[in-house]
């Protein structure tokens, strides 16, 4: 007797879900402080489903803009329908508000009071007012003069050699913050 067995189908992840939090100066304790140019009532944490470069469904938050909460849950939930995978997702206090540790973890996040990293004069970068942010920072680096940042996303400085994670023209990625 043969019997036909169906092949393993994958598991599809757990739906998209997104909550939108209120924040406190408390709950920034290295991301924000008094003369940034938005204050925490104008900030939220954005509480959301993203796929990980393992597969599987997991919980980050995001600290935004509040202007730009529907925007961001937007974009997030075209990624997770398309399967972008993101390495993980918290804010930038959880790394004592270092851009450099949080980028060298491949993290994903959005707000933290900073100047740009851009040369020129002394400007507010778009971090600080919740409204940037990086995505997959080893596949897509800060790369200014030839100099790559984090220096851990040296391969990833050659952008012709797209792999998954990273923003490319006519990507998902692109297409979705477009």
């Given at each position: 007797?043969?019997?036909?067995?169906?092949?393993?189908?994958?598991?599809?992840?757990?739906?998209?879900?997104?909550?939108?939090?209120?924040?406190?100066?408390?709950?920034?304790?290295?991301?924000?402080?008094?003369?940034?140019?938005?204050?925490?009532v104008q900030l939220r944490r954005v509480r959301l489903r993203y796929l990980g470069f393992d597969g599987k469904a997991h919980l980050g938050q995001l600290i935004v803009s509040a202007r730009v909460t529907d925007d961001v849950i937007t974009v997030f939930r075209t990624l997770y329908g398309a399967r972008f995978p993101i390495r993980q997702m918290r804010p930038v206090d959880v790394f004592h508000g270092s851009d450099s540790r949080s980028t060298a973890a491949d993290n994903t996040s959005s707000f933290n009071c900073r100047y740009a990293v851009?040369?020129?004069?002394?400007?507010?970068?778009?971090?600080?007012?919740?409204?940037?942010?990086?995505?997959?920072?080893?596949?897509n680096p800060y790369i200014q003069s030839g100099r790559v940042s984090p220096s851990n996303a040296k391969a990833y400085a050659d952008r012709a050699n797209v792999r998954p994670g990273m923003a490319f023209e006519g990507g998902v990625l692109v297409r979705a913050f477009t």
């Open positions: 007797l043969m019997v036909a067995v169906p092949a393993a189908v994958p598991l599809s992840p757990a739906p998209f879900v997104a909550r939108v939090e209120r924040v406190t100066a408390a709950q920034l304790p290295f991301s924000w402080h008094r003369g940034c140019p938005v204050g925490p851009t040369p020129g004069a002394k400007h507010w970068s778009m971090h600080a007012s919740g409204e940037a942010i990086d995505i997959n920072t080893v596949e």
